[in-house]
């Protein structure tokens, strides 16, 4: 019985010793078959500013809020800019008249005035002439001063210069306005209506709209701020896309490539993984970043990855630690837009 238990012993670790080495087989198997990487959590921000100056008049949105591309979030004071949108209106309003006018022509009882007008200046034309010519004999006979012949004539002169007055007058209305006149109408017309646009664009400058879905990070100012082009009011964190920001070291740039599927990992989360894909690797080395050196890495180079991620759940915040783990036995894939790879 005793000289058994010694034969049993060895077994037992023989058993072990055989064990423990199939396993660290199976884990250089596994870290030879992935990559892994470190990094954290990256989105892009925007710092979102109004594209005119005057003071806020609203903030609609608070800190935390999730907002939609084109949702109204902020507005200024718009009462000047409302009535010089209503002043360049009425001066559209008034040369698309004028300009109407000048299409139209003459209307038909101005040009039966004018004709009337007319034939009232030939008979007074007619009459003067007449008096003058009766007056010529009785010039002779020392019947009428030399004076009022004179008058006579003027008369008759005037007269006729009237009716020429009046018949040019006629044929102007009949040919209606010059074609100069109406290109000058059109043109002022096309200017007052960039007007009312400028005009229209100036009043909506006054809101501040979201550039795209995401949530509200800060509140720069406040209602009463005076705001301006270059003074951001508010920052928007865009939701998609996420990405983890890592570094490849130089010696697995040839082991993955674009649009390589990876699995990622947080502390927040434990066991939970995350589908992602490689989005992004920098074309140009760079040293290890101080935040992840060590001093076995402090002189080597290392590439900047981007790890895009599906984020359904929002649980990918700004910061946050990940582990990503990258398959490097992957047949090469096409990079995709990143709104587009996360299955729904």
Same mark, same amino acid.
């Given at each position: 019985?005793n000289?058994?238990?010694?034969v049993l012993?060895v077994?037992?670790l023989?058993?072990g010793?055989?064990?423990?080495y199939f396993?660290q087989?199976?884990?250089q198997?596994?870290e ?9 959590v990256?989105?892009r ?5 109004f594209?005119?100056s005057?003071?806020?008049?609203v ?8 907002v939609?591309?084109?949702q109204l979030?902020?507005r ?5 800019l ?8 009425a001066?559209?309003? &008034?040369?698309q008249?004028?300009?109407?006018k !000048? #299409?139209?022509?003459?209307? =038909?009882?101005e040009i039966s005035? /004018?004709? *009337?007008e007319l034939?009232?200046a ?5 009459s ?12 002779k006979?020392?019947?009428v001063s030399p004076e009022?012949v ?9 007269a006729?210069?009237?009716?020429? &007055?009046?018949?040019q007058a006629l044929t102007l !209305? #009949?040919?209606g306005?010059r =074609?100069?006149d109406?290109?000058? /109408?059109r *043109?002022?017309?096309?200017s ?8 229209e664009?100036?009043?909506d400058d006054a809101n501040?709209?979201a550039?795209a ?5 800060n509140?720069?100012l406040e209602?009463g701020?005076?705001?301006f082009?270059q003074?951001?009011a508010?920052t ?13 070291p130089?010696p697995?740039l040839?082991?993955?490539?674009l ?9 927040s989360?434990?066991?939970k ?11 140009t080395?760079?040293f ?7 001093p076995e890495?402090r ?5 900047s990855?981007r790890?895009?991620a ?8 700004l910061g ?6 990258i398959a490097i ?6 990079q995709k837009?990143?709104?587009k790879?996360c299955?729904?």
């Amino acid at each position: 019985m005793n000289k058994k238990l010694p034969v049993l012993s060895v077994l037992i670790l023989i058993v072990g010793f055989v064990g423990v080495y199939f396993w660290q087989q199976q884990q250089q198997n596994s870290e030879d078959s992935q990559l892994t990487l470190y990094g954290n959590v990256d989105i892009r921000e925007a710092q979102l500013a109004f594209n005119s100056s005057e003071h806020i008049d609203v903030i609609l949105v608070q800190e935390g809020d999730r907002v939609k591309k084109g949702q109204l979030l902020a507005r200024l004071h718009t009462e000047v800019l409302e009535a010089q949108l209503t002043e360049a209106r009425a001066q559209l309003e &008034a040369q698309q008249q004028t300009l109407g006018k !000048l #299409e139209a022509g003459s209307r =038909k009882q101005e040009i039966s005035k /004018a004709r *009337a007008e007319l034939e009232a200046a030939r008979a007074r034309a007619s009459s003067a002439r007449a008096s003058y010519k009766r007056l010529l004999p009785m010039l002779k006979k020392d019947l009428v001063s030399p004076e009022d012949v004179e008058n006579a004539r003027a008369a008759a002169d005037a007269a006729q210069a009237e009716m020429k &007055a009046v018949q040019q007058a006629l044929t102007l !209305l #009949e040919l209606g306005p010059r =074609k100069e006149d109406i290109a000058i /109408a059109r *043109a002022v017309l096309a200017s007052r209506k960039a007007a009312v646009t400028l005009a229209e664009q100036r009043l909506d400058d006054a809101n501040l709209y979201a550039p795209a879905d995401g949530i509200i990070r800060n509140r720069i100012l406040e209602p009463g701020d005076m705001a301006f082009p270059q003074t951001p009011a508010l920052t928007l964190a865009f939701i998609n896309p996420v990405w983890v920001r890592t570094y490849l070291p130089e010696p697995a740039l040839g082991k993955i490539s674009l649009g390589a599927a990876a699995t990622i990992y947080t502390d927040s989360f434990p066991g939970k993984a995350y589908q992602g894909w490689v989005g992004y690797i920098s074309p140009t080395a760079e040293f290890t970043p101080k935040n992840v050196q060590t001093p076995e890495l402090r002189t080597r180079l290392v590439y900047s990855v981007r790890i895009f991620a599906c984020n359904p759940q929002d649980e990918l915040r700004l910061g946050m630690p990940a582990t990503v783990r990258i398959a490097i036995d992957q047949p090469p894939a096409r990079q995709k837009p990143a709104s587009k790879n996360c299955e729904s």
